[in-house]
């Protein structure tokens, strides 16, 4: 089992990226994914998960209206849609899978997890 996130990069404040988590050896549809970021120095913290049951999704409440995830199970990719982008939204940014039909932003009930991709918003 494999995730593999990309699309970090460096972004101006204001500015969007897309991040993708392509997986390999699971079927996405069947697992409910969330995202979680890192910034040095703090803790992993969840901020948007999608469910495989109903695909009902949570945000955290330091993106809600600005971020925005989704799942294309023919890709076997999910995605995190980012705008407005702010310097404290950077951090490495990692996907993650569990087998749990409810969303979760708790990082202990996921099983799966990807490497990881560096966000950085700054001018």
């Known amino acids: 089992v494999q995730l593999q996130a990309s699309g970090g990069g460096l972004v101006q404040p204001g500015g969007s990226l897309r991040l993708s988590c392509a997986a390999a050896?699971?079927?996405?549809?069947?697992?409910?994914i969330g995202w979680f970021r890192q910034a040095p120095g703090k803790e992993r913290e969840g901020i948007a998960c999608?469910?495989?049951?109903?695909?009902?999704?949570d945000y955290a409440d330091s993106v809600k209206a600005r971020f925005t995830i989704s799942s294309d199970n023919p890709k076997n990719t999910a995605y995190l849609q980012m705008n407005s982008l702010k310097p404290e939204d950077t951090a490495r940014y990692y996907c993650?899978?569990?087998?749990?039909?409810?969303?979760?932003?708790?990082?202990?009930?996921?099983?799966?997890w990807g490497q990881g991709t560096l966000v950085t918003v700054s001018s």
């Open positions: 999608i469910s495989r049951t109903a695909g009902r999704t």
């Open positions: 050896g699971l079927r996405l549809k069947s697992y409910t």
């Open positions: 993650a899978a569990t087998v749990r039909g409810l969303c979760s932003r708790d990082r202990s009930n996921y099983q799966y």
